[in-house]
């Protein structure tokens, strides 16, 4: 910052230029300065006064300019802030990504038009030669990943989803909901599912349906296991399924029904018809009559049979209706009286079902579990009563006034739990995760074949890579609700990995992938153009 007043730098320009002789040595002693500094006084002087007159913009004009320039710059920082840049390597997360999510190429392609321009997109060729090294960088993971898997997944759920007739075997760890089995198969046969379950020798408890290649599959690693001395492999069927098969059943009787209805229907309308008419209605009058005990008869077996199924569906839950423990003799006997009343060819699955040895695996899986927890057996039961009395409250939703005493119920236990043991809450904990991890169902297998599903619906093919792609990016990606939210599969598990993001796991493989694709492609056109 200057010192010395422009007025001062105008008499000394003005000696410059105007002085007679020897004016800049007196203004120069006047001023306590050197002649220097006064031609320099006058030198930018007449170069202010010549900018300032010059034909180009003035010096207001220039200021404003720069002020505005400034204002620019500072909102393009601010963007550049907040800016994300989508350099080749984000672009290819994208892809894969999107691709494991079940967009097609065509959709990916379009989005990213959508954030790069159309001058800048990319060419469907190249996002698909991405996905491909992407599948095969998923595999190549997926291959670790499950050795270090296969002592943890001790519990399965298995079903099988095809895509246009080709299958494809899926397991699923219901605790931790990792997604441990995605095989594409040629043939679906028991060999094929035991050679795949054989690779997981630690399962210790699995639950199927009644699929015979799936039952046939589980039957030959169970005697290979017997053979080799192994620990047994207990196998549970799907009670979801058993389900599912007897609502079918009762709405075909309750079909039945309804036909017996409207012919009963008919033949009264029939009656009204000729009795308005004048004419002899007692033919139609007895096949109404007839009908109606047809009716009657059909109404009262689909209560027989009704009743018969809910007394049966009773045996398929973990609790009896007064709150005690269900077990396998329990069990067997509410079916063993019950099957005789299910008639009809729509029950005979049903029947099948429930008398099958592995119906109420899981309550010899639950008991065993149980006895090993090592509670006193009074203790044991009181908490397991808890736990029942517990899940009897009303709920907030209800409106109005609460009959009985099943809103204090439970507290009234946890005394009684407190004087067996000062401790119980601990012994608590055990049993509540126990009984609340038992497995009667692999329908959760079903929440990974709706994943699936979206993607059948996109796409015409299923390759092994594609499967492995979404395999790897389901067990990588955090629940974002529920009792596992915030946490991916593989953390559930138990799992321990440097990072759990699924472009952090498969980035390596994935450049080399990419590179041998290329390779590839270059070889092929030279041993073309050879």
Not at 243 to 249: G, L, N
């Amino acid at each position: 910052m200057s010192t010395i007043p422009f007025t001062r730098w105008i008499v000394d320009a003005a000696a410059r230029f105007c002085g007679r002789r020897a004016a800049v040595s007196q203004q120069a002693e006047q001023s306590n300065c050197s002649r220097q500094t006064i031609y320099d006084h006058s030198r930018k002087v007449l170069r202010a006064v010549t900018a300032e007159h010059f034909a180009g913009p003035s010096r207001q004009e220039l200021l404003e300019q720069v002020q505005a320039l400034r204002q620019e710059n500072a909102q393009l920082r601010n963007r550049l802030n907040h800016a994300i840049e989508f350099t080749q390597a984000k672009q290819q997360e994208f892809a894969a990504k999107a691709r494991a999510m079940g967009l097609s190429l065509n959709q990916i392609t379009t989005l990213l038009v959508v954030v790069l321009g159309k001058k800048a997109g990319r060419a469907r060729s190249t996002i698909e030669r991405w996905v491909q090294a992407a599948g095969t960088a998923a595999g190549r993971v997926l291959k670790r990943l499950d050795a270090q898997c296969k002592a943890l997944v001790l519990w399965g759920c298995l079903d099988e989803i095809f895509f246009r007739s080709h299958p494809v075997l899926v397991g699923v760890e219901p605790r931790s909901m990792v997604w441990f089995l995605g095989k594409k198969v040629n043939t679906l046969k028991g060999s094929t599912w035991a050679e795949q379950l054989e690779i997981w020798d630690a399962l210790e408890y699995v639950v199927a349906d009644a699929g015979r290649p799936l039952q046939a599959g589980i039957a030959q690693v169970q005697g290979q296991r017997r053979q080799d001395n192994q620990a047994p492999l207990a196998s549970a069927l799907d009670v979801f399924h058993t389900k599912k098969e007897a609502c079918e059943a009762l709405a075909s009787t309750w079909n039945q029904v309804e036909r017996d209805w409207e012919a009963y229907e008919q033949a009264i309308d029939q009656t009204r018809k000729a009795q308005r008419m004048g004419i002899d209605s007692r033919s139609t009058a007895l096949k109404a009559t007839r009908a109606w005990a047809t009716t009657v008869k059909s109404f009262g077996c689909y209560e027989t049979i009704e009743a018969a199924w809910k007394q049966a569906a009773l045996a398929l839950n973990v609790f009896r209706p007064d709150g005690r423990l269900n077990d396998r003799i329990w069990a067997e006997a509410q079916v063993a009286s019950a099957i005789p009343a299910l008639v009809g060819r729509a029950w005979v699955p049903v029947r099948n079902h429930l008398q099958a040895p592995e119906a109420f695996t899981f309550l010899d899986h639950l008991h065993s579990r149980l006895a090993e927890a090592q509670v006193p057996d009074e203790l044991r039961d009181a908490l397991v009563r808890l736990w029942w009395l517990r899940r009897q409250r009303p709920r907030k939703s209800v409106e109005g006034p609460i009959a009985g005493a099943s809103h204090v119920a439970h507290l009234v236990q946890q005394e009684v739990c407190q004087k067996l043991d000062a401790d119980w809450r601990d012994w608590y904990r055990q049993i509540a995760t126990i009984l609340r991890e038992t497995v009667r169902a692999s329908s959760l297998v079903e929440c990974m074949n709706s994943v699936l599903r979206m993607h059948q619906a996109r796409h015409r093919t299923t390759t092994q890579e594609m499967l492995d792609l979404k395999r790897l990016y389901w067990n990588c990606r955090d629940f974002l609700g529920g009792k596992r939210r915030g946490k991916c599969p593989y953390q559930h598990l138990g799992l321990t990995l440097p990072s759990f993001a699924f472009w952090d796991l498969i980035q390596p493989e994935f450049t080399e992938a990419l590179k041998e694709a290329k390779d590839g492609a270059r070889e092929k056109t030279h041993a073309m153009a050879a």
